[in-house]
């Protein structure tokens, strides 16, 4: 999948579809072109007034929002995975946040490391290779993007 299909697909076709399958082309494609967007609409809003540019700048992230959390689903389905796996990085912040609040102040390195390897393995496992062949959530992407060609 390339870059204007994975975006295309993602923005609308399935804006809000938290089912099937995304290929990793498809996902970081579209990770791509949300940097792209958010860098974008920074660089056009900075010279507003601060509060304007980043009401602005809240309401483009919160309409690329549903889009982000489909996709990251779509992936999760591709490993197999339920989409409750996308709670993982919010956990490793709260893993975090309570750390950093710990009296005696030796929880904080702890709960730092625990965050941050919770979010490496959450990477790999979204860059790792679907499932080949269909699985619970559908058929493979690959094979659908293969067969339209």
């Given at each position: ?104 102040g030796n929880a ?42």
């Amino acid at each position: 999948m390339t870059f204007a299909q994975a975006v295309r697909v993602c923005l609308k076709d399935k804006y809000c579809s938290f089912r099937g399958r995304a290929s990793r082309s498809e996902f970081w494609w579209f990770m791509l072109g949300i940097g792209l967007i958010n860098l974008a609409a920074n660089t056009v809003l900075s010279p507003l007034p601060p509060k304007t540019a980043m009401g602005l700048n809240f309401l483009v992230s919160l309409a690329l929002l549903l889009p982000n959390l489909g996709v990251t689903v779509r992936r999760l389905h591709d490993r197999n995975l339920a989409g409750w796996w996308l709670l993982v990085p919010i956990l490793s912040l709260l893993f975090w946040l309570l750390g950093r609040g710990a009296p005696g102040g030796n929880a904080g390195p702890v709960s730092a490391l625990l965050s941050l390897s919770m979010c490496i393995c959450y990477l790999a496992i979204l860059s790792l290779p679907g499932t080949a062949g269909p699985n619970r959530f559908g058929p493979d992407p690959l094979a659908a993007e293969n067969a339209g060609e």
